[in-house]
């Protein structure tokens, strides 16, 4: 006896394959900073750049479309960054995300200037990015905390 496949046990299994493929993404792991460097040195304003490792634990690709953070340096305003990118996040794999950073002197020369000489100090970055697939992009809250030791 032939065995008979109705159209609507079709659409049941091709819901449960979408259902599974469009999970929430899981939180990137912060895993380390590289290349600080200051490319403009000013009185009333720099810029730092910095290199962000960051780990993908999800079973799929993104991409990272915009970042949005504050920083702070010992609970102190450091600085702000806006940028827009287009960086692929590998599935299972690390990356990098290149941030400028504005920094006002006035707070880096009074509250900053430790982290800077090598003392380690707490770093919290809080904002938002926006990351998705295929594009559909979704803003997540970026609240990061933890002592980070410097050097330029």
């Given amino acids: 006896m032939p065995i008979k496949f109705s159209p ?20 990137l792991e912060y895993r380390d900073f590289k290349n600080l460097s ?4 000013g009185f ?23 970042t949005d953070l504050d920083i702070y340096i010992d609970s102190n305003y450091l600085g702000h960054t806006t940028q827009e990118f287009q960086i692929t996040i590998p599935r299972k794999g690390e ?7 504005d920094v006002d002197m006035k707070n880096a020369y009074k509250n ?10 707490l770093v919290k970055v809080i904002g938002k ?5 295929a594009n559909v992009y979704k803003s997540f809250n970026v609240n990061y905390q933890g002592m980070q030791k410097f050097s330029l």
Avoid: H, W
């Fill in 8 to 27: 609507l046990l079709f659409v049941f299994f091709g819901f449960c394959i979408i259902a599974s493929s469009c999970q929430e993404p899981k939180e």
């Fill in 38 to 41: 200051v490319p403009k040195l």
């Fill in 112 to 121: 900053a200037m430790p982290a800077l000489l090598g003392k380690e100090v």
């Fill in 95 to 101: 990356f990098t995300i290149p941030l400028s950073i």
């Fill in 129 to 133: 990015v926006k990351v998705g697939k």
């Fill in 44 to 66: 009333s304003t720099s810029t730092f750049t910095v290199d962000l490792v960051y780990f993908n634990p999800n079973n799929f690709g993104l991409q990272l479309r915009r």
